[in-house]
């Protein structure tokens, strides 16, 4: 999740199939991924009884904003790319601000993965 969010990535869905009630941690996983790495995350889990359900939506600050049941559901909501522009640029509740930091580096961070190389987006580049 790291890279792609690096190489720009606003959304990102992780499938899963969880057939084991270790459900919960990888609730707690989505969450730190979407705070982490500033981007909204879609958990997608089948339901009951192909797998425990409890699909998830996360907003690039680690927020729950949608959750499902055990059983069928769909979820529906609308993920805002400017959200994660103004995390990136302020901060998760101001305070983390991971972009800024990496982009001292720019350039020179080669992530294994994609071929690609760390940059920080346009929309989320600090107006000062």
Same mark, same amino acid.
């Given at each position: ?7 720009? $990535?606003? $959304?990102?869905?992780?499938? @899963?199939?969880? @057939?084991?009630? %270790? ?8 969450? $730190?991924? $979407? ?41 529906? %909501? ?19 601000? /991971? ?8 350039? @020179?961070?080669? /992530? /294994? ?12 580049? %600090?107006? %000062?």
């Amino acid at each position: 999740m790291r890279q792609l969010a690096w190489l720009g $990535a606003e $959304a990102l869905v992780q499938p @899963t199939l969880t @057939t084991t009630r %270790d459900r919960e941690m990888e609730l707690v996983r989505a969450r $730190a991924n $979407a705070w982490t790495n500033q981007v909204h995350v879609v958990d997608l889990d089948a339901s009951d009884p192909s797998a425990v359900g409890q699909s998830l939506i996360v907003g690039p600050e680690g927020t729950v904003r949608q959750q499902a049941g055990a059983g069928e559901e769909v979820l529906v %909501d609308v993920l805002d790319p400017d959200a994660v522009t103004r995390v990136r640029r302020y901060g998760s509740a101001g305070i983390n601000r /991971p972009w800024a930091q990496l982009a001292r580096y720019g350039e @020179t961070i080669r /992530p /294994p993965m994609y071929g690609g190389s760390f940059r920080v987006p346009e929309r989320a580049r %600090d107006q %000062d």
